[in-house]
């Protein structure tokens, strides 16, 4: 019999560490002479990590919408393509850090019955800093989602253990262990982890209960009260309502309708502005650079933006350097490499958090893009 196509969920909140943990396992499989290959959704309508994926590895992007919500109906087609024209031995689907895991659980399930695959784990990644400082408010619905990827994995990897205490982390590991007692839970750096983990995930055999579905209906009284109460607290999409929000799949294109009144298309106020998208909560903000800017003074103002941009990424070219660079910041860390791209890319940058001020972002960087064309004068 036709083997079915093992299908990973990568899920975790923004800039946990989902695409270090994906380029790792994509190395294994292809050096182990196994073919990878990825589904990746992104929130806004370019996608910076799918760079990170070398040119071997099949990938399909889902841009511009959340997969949990606007653009789950074209999972299952995307992923029936991606099967049929590749024949892949593997398949991960990264979400958007934002993406509720158990509607993309449902959207891959519902996948299964147009294409032979098979669901067989729910990987989250957790940023541990970033878990600490929301455990420690207690509130707000980035933790509240945090906490139901949590809940929704099968596999927990406990990532940027080098940013919290040996006290913090084991600490993290109880809060965890509360919310989700089946999942192992692995803390890492840079998910540097047992690899091979992925062999024995594949061979499981499906159904055996390991998938989460399982421990969520059958949670404590008292869990499921805290989650009823979770849901009907949430907006109309019910991003953040997973348990016990396990929908019909009509029930979508209701859904479908409330989120796409989120989305909008925002050049009034700004040529640069492309996609002001906007997830629930989340925001996103993609500005395209019409030419280098200072790299002194880029850096300056990633070090400046307020707390609630956790998130941001993208290609630059500095008029004080040759190469262009990758830029990645997440929670105050900023990262540039080194990149040489074989095509003509775009100069942009991503931003994704709560509630900023586009506009006064967008006006900050078109600054800099007029002192580096007075500059070059
Ligand atoms: N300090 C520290 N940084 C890390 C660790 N793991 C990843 N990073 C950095 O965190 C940033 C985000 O990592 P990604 O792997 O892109 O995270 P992601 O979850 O794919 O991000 P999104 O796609 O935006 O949701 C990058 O700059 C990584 O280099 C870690 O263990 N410790």
Same mark, same amino acid.
């Given at each position: 019999?036709k083997?079915?196509?093992p299908?990973?969920?990568l899920?975790?909140f923004?800039?946990?560490?989902?695409?270090t943990?994906l380029?790792q396992?994509l190395?294994y499989?292809k050096?182990?002479g196994?073919?990878?290959?990825?589904?990746m959704?992104?929130?806004?309508?370019?996608?910076?990590?799918g760079?990170?994926?070398?040119?071997?590895?099949p990938?399909?992007?889902?841009l511009s919408g &959340?997969?949990c &919500?606007?653009?789950r109906g074209?999972l299952?087609?995307?992923?029936?393509?991606?099967?049929?024209?590749?024949?892949?031995?593997v398949?991960?689907?990264? &979400?958007?850090?934002?993406a509720?895991?158990?509607?993309?659980?449902d959207?891959v399930?519902d996948?299964?019955?147009l294409?032979?695959l098979e669901?067989?784990s729910?990987i989250t990644?957790?940023?541990?800093? *970033?878990l600490l400082?929301r455990?420690?408010?207690?509130?707000? !619905?980035t933790?509240?989602l945090?906490?139901e990827q949590?809940?929704c994995?099968?596999l927990?990897?406990l990532?940027k253990s080098?940013?919290?205490?040996?006290?913090e982390?084991a600490?993290?590991q109880?809060?965890?262990?509360?919310?989700?007692?089946?999942a192992?839970?692995?803390?890492t750096?840079?998910?540097?982890?047992?690899?091979?983990?992925?062999?024995?995930?594949?061979?499981?055999?499906?159904?055996?209960g390991?998938?989460p579905i399982?421990?969520?209906?059958?949670?404590?009284?008292s869990?499921n *009260?805290?989650r009823?109460? *979770?849901?009907?607290e949430?907006?109309?999409?019910?991003?953040?309502? &997973?348990?016990g929000h396990?929908?019909e799949?009509?029930d979508?294109?209701?859904?479908d309708?409330?989120?796409?009144?989120d989305v909008?298309?925002?050049?009034s106020?700004?040529?640069?502005?492309?996609?002001?998208h906007?997830?629930?909560h989340?925001?996103v903000?993609?500005?395209?650079f019409?030419g280098?800017?200072?790299?002194?003074?880029f850096e300056t103002l990633i070090?400046k933006?307020?707390a609630?941009?956790?998130?941001?990424k993208?290609?630059?070219r500095?008029?004080?350097?040759?190469s262009?660079?990758?830029?990645?910041?997440?929670?105050?860390e900023?990262d540039f490499?080194?990149?040489?791209?074989?095509?003509?890319?775009?100069?942009?940058?991503?931003?994704i958090g709560?509630?900023?001020s586009r506009q006064?972002?967008a006006a900050?960087l078109?600054?800099?893009e007029?002192?580096?064309a007075v500059q !070059?004068?």
């Amino acid at each position: 019999m036709k083997q079915a196509v093992p299908v990973h969920i990568l899920s975790g909140f923004l800039g946990s560490g989902k695409t270090t943990l994906l380029t790792q396992a994509l190395d294994y499989y292809k050096e182990s002479g196994r073919k990878p290959a990825v589904l990746m959704n992104e929130l806004g309508d370019v996608n910076l990590d799918g760079m990170l994926v070398e040119d071997d590895v099949p990938m399909t992007e889902m841009l511009s919408g &959340c997969i949990c &919500c606007t653009i789950r109906g074209d999972l299952g087609l995307e992923l029936r393509e991606l099967v049929l024209e590749h024949k892949p031995d593997v398949i991960f689907v990264e &979400c958007t850090g934002a993406a509720n895991p158990m509607e993309m659980l449902d959207g891959v399930t519902d996948a299964s019955l147009l294409t032979e695959l098979e669901l067989k784990s729910v990987i989250t990644v957790v940023d541990a800093a *970033q878990l600490l400082e929301r455990h420690n408010k207690g509130v707000g !619905k980035t933790y509240r989602l945090m906490q139901e990827q949590i809940r929704c994995a099968t596999l927990l990897i406990l990532n940027k253990s080098d940013l919290v205490s040996a006290v913090e982390l084991a600490e993290l590991q109880r809060v965890i262990r509360e919310w989700n007692p089946v999942a192992p839970v692995t803390a890492t750096v840079r998910c540097q982890m047992d690899i091979t983990e992925f062999d024995r995930l594949d061979d499981a055999a499906g159904g055996d209960g390991r998938l989460p579905i399982r421990h969520i209906a059958e949670g404590s009284e008292s869990d499921n *009260q805290e989650r009823s109460r *979770q849901a009907s607290e949430h907006d109309d999409c019910g991003h953040h309502a &997973c348990s016990g929000h396990h929908h019909e799949h009509h029930d979508h294109h209701v859904h479908d309708d409330h989120c796409s009144h989120d989305v909008h298309e925002a050049r009034s106020d700004n040529d640069n502005a492309v996609l002001h998208h906007s997830h629930d909560h989340v925001m996103v903000y993609t500005h395209y650079f019409h030419g280098p800017v200072d790299s002194e003074q880029f850096e300056t103002l990633i070090g400046k933006l307020p707390a609630n941009v956790y998130r941001a990424k993208g290609i630059l070219r500095f008029t004080d350097t040759a190469s262009p660079f990758m830029f990645q910041y997440a929670y105050r860390e900023m990262d540039f490499v080194k990149i040489a791209p074989k095509d003509e890319l775009p100069i942009v940058a991503v931003f994704i958090g709560e509630h900023f001020s586009r506009q006064r972002l967008a006006a900050e960087l078109e600054a800099l893009e007029r002192a580096a064309a007075v500059q !070059k004068d």
